[in-house]
């Protein structure tokens, strides 16, 4: 199974997902994560930020997902970028797919900033942000769709744990 979780930067891709596998990992360890930073640090961050760069970064994303999930994995995916001709890849190509949306307005997360992204891009010294400079396509198929207003991520975790019956089933034992 791949579950992908997308949303602007600064959504709370990561932190949610890690608090799904916190959750359900001791009862799950086919369980893994494969958040888009750390494959971005894993080919030593030389692909950049363009459009056509993300595009790439998420073909990557898809192929370790498919080969992960093919090894009868639970793949959870953090991935910010989401053309949709890619979200319908993934549809097409994943037999057993979930598709979460983090879904936050732009002032929001830009007030958040964890990575000072938004700051540098408005200060002029950073460009290539999806949501500014690069469009943001909200997912338009997404099998779940979360509001990021004041909710902890761990009860955006259990949310989304609920609504997917292999992962709930890991939390109940």
Request: net charge neutral.
């Given at each position: ?5 997308t949303g602007l ?46 595009v790439i970064q ?45 879904d936050v307005d ?68």
């Amino acid at each position: 199974m791949v579950i992908w979780i997308t949303g602007l930067s600064g959504s709370g891709k990561t932190t949610v997902s890690q608090a799904i596998k916190n959750l359900v990992k001791h009862n799950l360890p086919q369980l893994v994560l494969v958040d888009g930073d750390e494959v971005r640090e894993l080919f030593n961050d030389n692909l950049g930020h363009t459009e056509e760069a993300r595009v790439i970064q998420i073909k990557r994303l898809q192929r370790l997902a498919k080969v992960l999930s093919s090894q009868n994995l639970i793949v959870i995916i953090a991935a910010l970028y989401s053309h949709p001709d890619l979200l319908a890849w993934n549809r097409t190509n994943f037999q057993n797919y979930w598709e979460v949306y983090l879904d936050v307005d732009l002032e929001t997360v830009r007030h958040r900033d964890p990575k000072g992204l938004y700051k540098k891009a408005y200060a002029g010294e950073l460009n290539n942000v999806v949501g500014l400079d690069i469009p943001w396509n909200p997912p338009r198929h997404a099998d779940q769709v979360i509001k990021m207003d004041a909710e902890t991520p761990k009860t955006i975790a259990l949310a989304i744990i609920k609504s997917v019956s292999i992962l709930n089933d890991a939390l109940i034992k």
